[in-house]
């Protein structure tokens, strides 16, 4: 399950800049241990009035206090503040601010600031990789997919634009080219488990059900002892993945023994074993902050689904697939697997 739609490095170094920029203004000049309540942010604010009033060319200056508008939910003022940066020669203000505009859904706006960068710096991949990231939220695949090989065209041998076009394909239903991203990924790094799981996914959904096997039983080998998230959906694809072939999966109960009942996705193992109930898992499944429940729901709807399946109940089996299109993010590969599901099984 890609777990990952990962923020380059750059972008994690930009956020860091400004929030060096924010912590500098505290050590030397602001009241210290004040939290982020208002008070606080208007006394760090009136620090960096100060800052701007000294020298109105401090683009960091302009930044950091931008960055305060926004904490205080002064959106207007503190874009107005990233502008004034920008028109500086701040450029990194262009990734904060995209990624402000992504938290408040404005997916526009920050597809027009990586495009900005990306006219500043051609030849530079996380542009374009950042810019698919917001295509794939729109569901602009096609975009999202130009963008990613361009990646490639420029780094050819960074992991990431593979695996994150091979996921794209994935969910475009191109199966054929998926797989062909995620060997290409395992042809740079062999030790990468999760991409074996998603090329085994990638085979499965083209019905090559034994070769699918071999993918997963790769990640189950190198990690023999480990019940990690990687080694749970390599478990639980490789057992469907038999039974889909019409092969008994004998190594199943000993493998998923390795995993505790009360740890996700132990409850969803246990419920292939027949030793919980649905309630159990939909229960374990809201457990954790806010991303975990998600990606547990998903994952839950999904097995729930094919459990239904497996007991001849296909009518719940679609709901339950139903709701894991709907709780998955587009490139988890529950997401796929759902609505591949959900075609079959006529919608």
Not at 66 to 81: C, H, Q, S, T, V
Not at 115 to 128: E, H, M, V
Not at 255 to 281: M, Q, Y
Request: proline share 3%; hydrophobic share 35%; glycine share 8%.
């Amino acid at each position: 399950m890609p777990r990952f739609l990962a923020i380059v490095v750059l972008l994690v170094t930009s956020i860091c800049l400004a929030s060096q920029d924010r912590l500098s203004a505290r050590e030397t000049s602001g009241p210290q241990g004040l939290g982020t309540d208002t008070r606080a942010i208007d006394l760090e604010i009136a620090q960096y009035d100060k800052a701007i009033a000294l020298d109105p060319n401090d683009s960091h200056a302009y930044a950091g206090r931008g960055d305060l508008f926004i904490e205080k939910g002064d959106y207007d003022r503190g874009m107005a503040d990233y502008q004034k940066a920008i028109d500086l020669g701040y450029d990194v203000v262009y990734y904060v601010r995209a990624e402000k505009n992504i938290e408040r859904g404005y997916y526009d706006l920050a597809i027009d600031d990586y495009t900005k960068l990306i006219d500043r710096s051609p030849k530079d991949p996380n542009g374009y990789r950042l810019r698919s990231n917001v295509y794939l939220r729109t569901g602009n695949n096609k975009q999202a997919i130009e963008d990613l090989s361009k990646v490639i065209e420029l780094s050819p041998k960074q992991l990431q634009g593979y695996h994150d076009r091979g996921l794209t394909y994935l969910e475009t239903g191109n199966y054929e080219r998926a797989l062909a991203d995620f060997s290409a990924v395992l042809d740079i790094d062999p030790t990468w488990g999760e991409e074996y799981v998603n090329r085994g996914v990638a085979k499965f959904l083209m019905g090559q059900y034994t070769a699918a096997v071999s993918d997963f039983d790769q990640v189950l080998r190198m990690s023999p002892n480990q019940s990690s998230i990687t080694t749970g959906d390599a478990t639980l694809m490789y057992y469907l993945s038999r039974t889909k072939a019409g092969q008994v999966d004998e190594t199943f109960a000993r493998r998923a023994a390795k995993f505790d009942r009360t740890k996700w996705p132990g409850p969803v193992l246990a419920l292939l074993l027949g030793r919980a109930a649905l309630a159990d898992v939909r229960a374990a499944a809201a457990k954790g902050n806010a991303t975990e429940k998600r990606d547990q729901r998903c994952t839950a709807a999904f097995w729930i689904g094919e459990n239904e399946l497996m007991h001849g109940r296909p009518q719940t089996a679609r709901s339950s697939f139903r709701d894991a299109v709907k709780e998955c993010p587009q490139l988890f590969f529950e997401h796929s697997l759902a609505a591949f599901e959900l075609k079959r099984l006529g919608n």
